[in-house]
């Protein structure tokens, strides 16, 4: 069994590695190095224990077979004997190899060690002169971005950035990736939001460059570039979810607005059936603009409706996001499981039965034996009628839309003039003519 190093030669400049790493480098006889492209290693790359990886990068076709051969050349190496892996800056911080190798190096029975090192955030903090607890930044690899980026109009949900936090953008290493780093924030950030452009922190050549965001792809980038997004105002991050989150607890919480705090649960349902049939008038009118607004005032709804249940300690926002998807991977087995479903008729089948499932195995009341009494009971039952047709009600009328419709008005406006609900006229007639499961 043989002992697997890996250490980090810092952001570049030979002085920033640490004593325990250049120990190790002194002690080796044998070096792996990720790349000698890298400033500040002229001593590593004449070394004749060394062998570089850049053979690889030029031979193969993507990242991940390139880690991979990497990983596969130092285990390879530890084979033999004792190996010391050296990669730019951090070995754990954006450095996808270490963990292959930790893989195959537990498969083949060797041993392995992870030297502490200075990282390229730790250069960027020193760069830029903040206190990374007190920022609190997120960080994020550009290639992250970029293959987001690749899959859109999917790719909702991959990238899960906060606008309200400082972003480090790493491995803006080509005009692509500052283009996929641009392209992916303009959903958080407006155009003329500055960026701060950071290259080869930590050396005697470190340039800090403030640009707004949309000129991010017009500038020249190279591997020792990252990019450092500054946090927005709260108020003026209004793209994201949790913005519309923050603004409805505001809302609601003491100092608020007067008629937000005292709506209920209750008082909050007439408007959000007339928001949602909004909704559905909008999309049947073609109108994008005017969908994604009365959606907005939709999602409102679900937002403060889930406030107020988090109020009275019943649920929050996070319950009803956990509820739906949990039924959504557990009723799409063929997606996120090994079920096979080919056709639409396949996966309405695969639906049923877990559906079927899901009834028998918990609390809830059993299905009503009538069909129209299986919609929720605030649904006009025209509409519960509707969506039924084809299935259990009979057509083949001889009269004219408009005929039809002087009917069905005519027998509404008797119906209140009677003195009776139509709706519970409608419903009834329903169950009279439409035959139950047990009929």
Known sequence: ?????????????AGLRTVETARAISDASAIVLRTAIHPGIEDLIADGRVVSCDDIYESSHSFEAVYAQIAERVVSKADLGDVLYLTPGHPSYGERVTPLILELAEMRGHSWTILVS???????????QIDLMAEEPQSIDATTLASALDQEPFAAGIVDLSPTRPIL???????????????????????????IVV????LREQLIDRI????????DVDHLTSVWIPASDPLSSTQTVSSLLRIAARLRAPGGCPWDREQTSLSLLPPLLEEAYE??????????AHSSEELGDLLLHVVMQSQIAEEEGLFSINDVADHI???LIRRHPHVFADVSAESSDDVLGVWQRIKAAERAGNDKPPRPDH????????????RRLHDLNGTHVQSGSNLSEHELGDQLFAATQSAIVAGYDPERLLLEAARRSIPSSNE
Request: without cysteine.
């Open 371 to 382: 069909p129209v009494d299986r919609y929720p009971q605030s649904m006009p039952v025209a």
């Open 1 to 13: 069994m043989s002992h697997i190093t890996i250490a980090g030669l810092g952001p570049g400049s």
């Open 169 to 195: 953008v790493t491995q803006v290493f080509n005009r692509d990736m500052a283009s996929a780093t641009k392209l992916t924030l303009n959903r958080l950030f407006p155009e003329s939001h500055e960026v």
């Open 118 to 128: 200075v990282s390229a955030f730790d250069a960027v903090a020193v760069a830029l």
């Open 212 to 219: 707004p965001l949309h000129r991010l792809d017009r500038i």
């Open 325 to 327: 998807t949990t039924k």
């Open 279 to 288: 909704v559905v008038e909008a999309i049947e009118s073609g109108d994008a």
């Open 199 to 202: 290259k080869s922190a930590g």
